[in-house]
């Protein structure tokens, strides 16, 4: 029998057959998190499967025997691989706005508009 290509729409047909035999197998947990990873082809060979969580990366590769197996049974070749890899979340560079308490709203107020101060003083107010 000649080798299946590693192609996106053989990958794709080969990944839901073996979350299919998981979910048949009643190993739902396992073939949800199979479902939310992406996978992208690297060579000719091997691919990628991304993965969001740590959790969702040790599924994956709690399957890693019976995956690979399946893999290279349905392409018809032992030398398909993969690795699983973790995307770390993309840290924001932009500073998250906190709340400013209420010294900081009247100090921010009193620079913009200076009478508040002075009203503040002829009324004797205090800050609480």
């Given at each position: 029998?000649?080798?299946l290509p590693l192609t996106d729409e053989h990958l794709r047909a080969a990944w839901e057959d073996y979350i299919g035999k998981l979910s048949a197998a009643k190993?739902?947990?396992t073939a949800d998190n199979l479902r939310t990873a992406e996978l992208v082809?690297?060579?000719?060979?091997?691919?990628?499967?991304?993965?969001?969580t740590n959790i969702q990366l040790?599924?994956?590769e709690q399957e890693r025997g019976?995956?690979?197996?399946h893999?290279?049974?349905f392409f018809r070749d032992?030398?398909?691989?993969?690795?699983?890899?973790?995307?770390?979340p993309?840290?924001?560079?932009?500073?998250?706005?906190?709340p400013l308490n209420k010294r900081e709203q009247y100090q921010l107020m009193t620079e913009r508009y200076p009478l508040i101060r002075e009203l503040r003083d002829k009324l004797n107010l205090s800050l609480d």
């Open positions: 029998d000649e080798s190993n739902h947990t082809i690297t060579s000719g060979k091997g691919f990628d499967i991304y993965t969001g040790r599924f994956i019976g995956l690979i197996d893999l290279q049974q032992r030398q398909i691989s993969y690795q699983v890899v973790l995307l770390e993309s840290e924001s560079t932009e500073p998250v706005e906190k």
